[in-house]
């Protein structure tokens, strides 16, 4: 038996399902934050049920692909669990109706029923099951109130035979009955969030709380690596390689492998290039503590609801790259890995924004974990090195913007949108949000450094980066002004950037060529992960046309900085 | 007889009636969708300049629209 959560966006779909099943989904305080279907388990009365978490929408007639896979699956669904706003009580009954029409056995969650407290609603609940003819449930997700009870009457779905003419005006008879709304005046909260998006206070705040969160991510990911990564490696791990080594015989195939080649007799763990030794610092000791702090203060933005807030300031600049305001989100998401950042861009309502958004995400939008070896390795020379990296990429992003704009066929409609109330983030859901996210890219950096590191080795060894840095000499050296060997480089970058950027430490590269690599090494590919879910969003055809245009750019970006820096 | 606005040049923070929904097919049917429709009372929150959004609330949320779909929404306020 198939269970389908179903509802407007930002109702609390994700956040019941993961009460009922005890899996973990990514929830925020937006619209559009589920893109795919997520499937769970629960058990009830000794009885499997299945049990699946969809993209939130407004009708059953889809308007962006979030919303497609939404109706997509409800023809899947034995029984709708239809999660309603108590808040917006009206707009979620739209939908409502439409489900009710359908052949299904529906019962609704009457979700945010906390919230429903606060701002004066109130809802007559036996009435409004009588007048729907379905099980009407209040709950209130984020606390688990009304679980038990909306599992225990799940048997009691139904599907009415609801008749009417109007929509509307069937929505405003049953609310007319059910419910009463008592004024109330402007809570703090609200009186902020209006302020956030009247333009004179509304751009110095966006200003403010962009630097203010830089800031905040570089501060915290120096302090994790100073006072609890660096620590834990240079006390224990390098002790342990080190009598590794001894044992290994200080140099050979396998030592290489394993451990690395040892500079001036010590293991340097940006430079060895051995399996135990960079292959598990870059991700661990380097990138992991920047992808904490990063998510970290992502989590607070979304949870608070600042980020469509944000959309609405520069839905004006997103215009001139074929995208509205909703497009910074993908972006957002995409300084954390381009995986996610391409997958939200689902969340944007036609294939022209979706092919925009997702080429700009991989050209020009570096990810955390090359920001972090990025910081590390040009950070060294000052602020002005990492500015000359960041600036360069941003002017990209707008040119290359403004270029598709002009080129790419089909239609960039407005924005549409709904913005969610200011929420105080709740902590336990910003902390479970942050280990979700650093146990997937634990997962998916790892295994791929590892391997990255071994291919480096072999590829070494075999004397094939050799070859090919003779080959693309011209273009390296030529174009870029960089020296053969950074090919390595460029070739572990399709696997992994962080990686790629780690292997430039050995060449010893001036501050130029560090700036110029640091900016090829972003726009010419996407890594293996973002390629593959580019390729399963945009299809091959696009997908080529992308690439076609990362290269170019590329070549022309990398030539233009060498000649000026 | 009130004085008759689109919702793109009507000032913000006052309530009005919405009279009429102009445009395509498709976006009545949106807007409806959102409860945006004639006979409701909403209120414009904020406009960004350059064209920019407008946000508006109605039965307390809020909801962004571009300025040409805020264009189509004919309003006129009330007291
Ligand atoms: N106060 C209150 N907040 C809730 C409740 N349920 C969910 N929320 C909050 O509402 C926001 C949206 O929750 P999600 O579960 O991500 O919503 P969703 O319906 O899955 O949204 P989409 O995936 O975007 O369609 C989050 O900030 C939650 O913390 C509730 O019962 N009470
Ligand atoms: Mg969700």
Known sequence: MKVLLMGNPNVGKSVLFSRLTGANVIISNYHGTTVEFTKGIMQISKKTIEIIDVPGTYSLDPSSSAENVAVEMFEQGNIIINVIDATNLERSLYLTLDILKKNKAVIIALNMWDEAKHKGIKINVEKLEELLGVPVIPTCALTGEGIKKLTDRL???????????????????????????????????????????????????????????????????????????????????????????????????????????????????????????????????????????????LSLLEDFGYLPRLAI???????????????????????????????????????????????????????????????????????KGLSCVFITLFIVWILIGIILNKFVKGRSPEIFTDIPPYRIPHIKTVIKKVWMRSKWFLKEAVPYVLLGVFVVNILYTLGIFNMIGKVFAPIITGIFGLPKEAVGALIIGFLRKDLAIGMLVPLHLNLKQLIISSVILTMYFPCVATFVVMIKELGFISMLKSVGIMIIATVIVGGFLNLVL | MNKIFSLANIQANKNCKIISVEGGYGIIKRLDAMGIKEGKIIRKISSQPMRGPVLLEINGSQIAIGYGMAGKIIVEEEE
């Not at chain 1, 909703?326 to 309502?349: D, F, H, Q, T, Y």
């Open chain 1, 155 to 297: 048997q009691e779905a139904v599907n009415p035979a609801f008749e009417f003419d109007d929509k509307w005006d069937k929505i405003g008879s049953i609310i007319d009955k059910v419910q009463v709304i008592t004024h109330r005046h402007h809570t703090i909260l609200e009186r902020i969030a209006d302020a956030s998006v009247i333009p004179i206070t509304g751009i110095p705040i966006a200003i403010t709380v962009l630097l203010l969160c830089f800031w905040l991510i570089r501060f915290v990911g120096e302090s994790l690596i100073a006072y609890v990564f660096e620590p834990l490696f240079e006390t224990l791990w390098l002790p342990l390689m080190m009598r590794l080594s001894n044992l290994l015989g200080n140099s050979g195939i396998l030592h290489d492998i394993i451990i690395g080649k040892l500079i001036d007799g010590n293991i340097e763990f940006m430079e060895s290039m051995g399996v135990l030794t960079t292959g598990i610092f870059v991700p661990i000791g380097a990138v992991l503590p920047y992808i904490i702090a990063f998510y970290f203060i």
């Open chain 1, 313 to 383: 300031l520069v839905d004006v600049l997103m215009h001139k790259v074929g995208l509205h305001g909703l497009g910074i989100i993908p972006m957002m998401l995409g300084l954390g890995c381009n995986v996610p950042g391409a997958l939200s861009s689902r969340i944007l309502e036609t294939k022209r924004e979706r092919f925009i958004a997702s080429t700009l995400l991989a050209i020009a939008i570096p990810c955390m974990a090359q920001i972090a070896m990025v910081i590390g390795l040009v950070g060294k020379y000052g602020i």
